[in-house]
């Protein structure tokens, strides 16, 4: 199996295709099953059709949400038939999408010392001194987060 391209770049909201190309390798031709997994959140695969016979092809549609996290994903393509199964592998680029947040995510028992970061609801936070139990967003400019952006 194949796909053609074996790469893609993709901006965040929109879709892209491929061609998934079967192939006889031993014996007579046989009924190919495709399936599509490593698929990242907010991307979703169609294949049409999905299942061919050996040394057919099918059309596979990847299409993203806006909120994609930005990143490069290595999208697989099984085909299984009755005597043998493989694989195609697709890297897909998506761009203009969300950021992945880096930092641990918030915790309300851990207590946080100034200059230690946090992400919480999409955004990136600083500790400004000690805190136990403040949830970043809720203190206004004053209190002890500070709010990094978006991430």
Known sequence: MTTTPAAATVTAGASTSATVQTA?????AQTVNLTVSGLPAGVTATLSPTSVTAGGSSTLTLTTSPTTVSGTYQIAV?????SA???AVLTL?????????TAAPW???TVYTGGQQVSHKGHTWKAKWWTLGEEPGT????GVWQDLGAC
Request: net charge negative; charged share 5%; hydrophobic share 30%.
């Open 107 to 109: 915790s309300s028992s």
């Open 78 to 82: 099984n085909g299984s038939a009755p």
């Open 85 to 87: 199964g493989h694989a």
């Open 24 to 28: 006889v390798t031993a014996g007579a």
């Open 139 to 142: 203190t206004g400019e004053w």
């Open 93 to 101: 680029t998506v761009t203009g999408g969300a950021t992945q947040c």
